[in-house]
């Protein structure tokens, strides 16, 4: 059977918050576990930020 929209709320909320899921059901564990994943998947990203200069670019400009 297929998560409801609210028990996947719930768990995104518990995941995010850093709460314990509190359930044995195995699907719930499995959309649980992808999100925490996904979370620490994007902390581990380094951020990016600004615009990188494209020096070919600027270099057509002065002509």
């Known amino acids: ?8 709320h719930k768990i995104y909320i518990a995941a995010t ?9 195995p699907e719930e564990l499995a959309y649980y576990n ?4 996904e979370m620490d998947d994007i902390k581990n990203q380094p951020i990016k930020k600004g615009i990188s200069p494209n ?7 002065d002509k």
């Open 55 to 61: 020096w070919d670019i600027l270099e057509g400009m």
């Open 17 to 25: 918050m850093n709460y314990g899921l509190g359930s044995d059901n």
């Open 1 to 8: 059977m297929a998560l409801s929209y609210y028990r996947m």
């Open 34 to 37: 992808k999100i925490r994943n």
